[in-house]
């Protein structure tokens, strides 16, 4: 069982940034797939960024084309720690965001942090 706990939220205005840090428990966190996804009202959740293992010491990232240029996915392994710098925020990227981790093929999530991009 991973647990994973979300934190960096908050209100911040359009053209701001906020970094979100995600820590998961587990002693072969390098090994985990690591997401973050977000979730605004009325909405489905949707993909944000992942950066996910591919053997040794290679990570690869991928990002949503909704936040390319703005945000980046990172990880710090000896922290077990996953971040998401976002940059130039917009209204639009006002959601709840959550961190995923896959590990042995099954998924586990945060309970969420709130983000409110004000205009």
């Known amino acids: 069982q991973v647990q994973l706990v979300e934190s960096g939220g908050g209100l911040v205005q359009a053209g701001g940034s906020l970094r979100l840090s995600c820590i998961a428990s587990?002693?072969?966190?390098?090994?985990?797939?690591m997401g973050w996804y977000r979730q605004a009202p009325g909405k489905e959740r949707e993909f944000v960024a992942t950066i996910s293992w591919s053997g040794g010491l290679t990570y690869y990232a991928d990002y949503a084309d909704s936040v390319k240029g703005r945000f980046t996915i990172s990880r710090d392994n000896t922290k077990n720690t996953v971040y998401l710098q976002m940059n130039n925020l917009k209204p639009e990227d006002t959601a709840i965001y959550y961190c995923?981790?896959?590990?042995?093929?099954?998924?586990?999530w945060g309970q969420g942090t709130q983000v409110t991009v004000s205009s």
């Open positions: 995923k981790a896959v590990q042995s093929s099954r998924n586990y």
């Open positions: 587990g002693r072969t966190f390098s090994r985990y797939d």
